[in-house]
């Protein structure tokens, strides 16, 4: 990838991983985006604290939680002013040809460094459409990063979703779920709601701030249900994740948006925070 | 994986994948489990088939088929009697991170070559139970056998598993399925049936020789669902794969199915087959 700007593979660097690793045979594993900000991850205990959940819920005993650490702080140190950390954690190598986890496996970690994307200008809203796929349910892999991606990947191929800054992702009971790389939340009567992601979808970790920081400034939020419908007569929807913050819709397929003020101010709100 | 006689990546002898790589970073891509018997793939243009198919619907633009066919041929040749030719064709790497799959992407290659694992006693059938895990619907994705497989990996990792010779697997209205590394058969009134695989599964090698063969031997065969109670119900049930064949279920969990005559009819049958 050409923006690529180091690889490291169990703390050294490389540029390739075994090709009997589970990740690739399997999509075994997990992954994090974190944003690199001055020289420090931001979010990283939420980032790490994901991580976890994900390594218990697939059952991977990854353990090498103080070198991850330190090999992610070292990399903060000396990257660009805005960059982008991706973490693989995989089960692991063999040892036996199989779906079945048997036997010692050692999880192995990837970490890559990539230049941030120049910023698009989102301050007038983002173009949004709703993705023809639809989101399979599946409360074993609901919520967790993990690297069984391709619902992503066919929706970000779909005709149109070049056009649109993102695609929301719905699922087989048209409920709304999320975009392909970000979360949605909906503003309404003063207050958000954001999809549940039990069935589906991904607990993004700029959501997961969403959720923390908006009662403080007097905005209720709940997780619930959310047909299509319904976001279409919210107030306002904006997008989230750690690289774009929060960001407004200015439309979901030709719908319009007005422009009203609780976006602006969440999104400045959170922009704030490191932790 | 302690097997491995060899590996090849777009040709070369080479033990590793770029890290890049969209099939370990979204299991973006395809896989062929060959059995190599007598130094020549077994099935092999029901494989490539299947893979072409995949390729197709995942959108992945794979021009090598005749490098990959020649390569194939080429290992099989100087492979033990009996080995296996695990293939991965993947999306490739980059130019971009993301979901989306932009820019010009090269396909790449991964050949691994194992040995045939012992064959276990299977005469008088084998233990099946069915997993705790239900499989997702996801008609954009059923049928072909892409690198997402968290599924077979989780139900495989269940408790019990071990103990038996497969897990099947349920969908969320409980019907069967497939297994977590086979298809799955009944018998009943002289005819088989073995579920759709529409929603969710994987339309295997052995299992589509097996719907092209039966009716020749005097055995209707039919593509329909199957609850769990029916299977129950069933004269005889089996088993397929690649590398097993026709395998007669002696149980699943509790229930006992009793011997008769059309499995290992059809086990024989199907086992004088190379293509």
Redesign the interface.
């Known amino acids: 990838?050409?923006?690529?700007l180091g690889?490291w593979?169990d703390g050294a660097v490389?540029?390739?991983?075994?090709?009997?690793?589970?990740?690739?045979?399997?999509?075994?594993g997990l992954?994090e985006t974190i944003l690199l900000r001055g020289a420090a991850p931001r979010f990283f205990e939420a980032h790490l604290a994901r991580l976890a959940r994900g390594c218990s819920r697939?059952?991977i005993d990854f353990t090498a939680w103080e070198a991850l650490r330190a090999e992610i702080t070292r990399i903060a140190s000396q990257a660009p002013p805005l960059a982008?950390l991706?973490i693989?954690v995989?089960?692991g190598?063999?040892?036996?040809?199989?779906?079945?986890?048997?036997g010692t496996l050692e999880p192995r970690r990837?970490l890559?460094l990539?230049a941030a994307?120049a910023t698009p200008a989102v301050a007038d809203g983002v173009r949004l459409r709703v993705a023809s796929?639809?989101l399979?349910?599946?409360p074993?892999?609901a919520g967790i990063k993990?690297?069984?991606?391709?619902?992503?990947?066919?929706?970000?191929?779909e005709p149109g979703?070049?056009d649109h800054f993102e695609s929301l992702l719905l699922d087989?009971r048209d409920q709304v779920v999320c975009g392909?790389?970000s979360n949605v939340f909906a503003v309404r009567g003063g207050g958000l709601i954001t999809p549940r992601m039990d069935r589906?979808g991904v607990e993004g970790v700029l959501r997961s701030m969403v959720l923390r920081e908006a009662p403080g400034l007097g905005v209720p939020v709940e997780q619930g249900s959310l047909t299509l419908d319904e976001l279409l007569a919210a107030d306002e929807v904006f997008i989230t994740n750690v690289r774009i913050g929060v960001v407004r819709a200015r439309s979901v397929g030709q719908h319009h948006f007005p422009m009203k003020d609780i976006v602006p101010r969440l999104a400045a709100h959170i922009e704030t925070l490191d932790a």
Do not use: W
């Not at 990838?1 to 690529?4: A, E, G, L, P």
């Not at 190598?93 to 048997?102: E, M, V």
């Not at 993990?146 to 191929?157: C, D, F, I, K, S």
């Open positions: 990838m050409s923006q690529t690889t593979v490389a540029t390739a991983v075994p090709a009997d690793d589970r990740g690739l045979q399997y999509g075994d992954s697939l059952g982008i991706k693989i995989t089960r190598s063999g040892p036996r040809r199989g779906y079945a986890p048997l990837v890559m990539f994307p796929l639809r399979a349910d599946n074993a892999l993990h690297l069984n991606r391709l619902e992503n990947v066919l929706a970000a191929g979703h070049a087989a392909t790389m589906c």
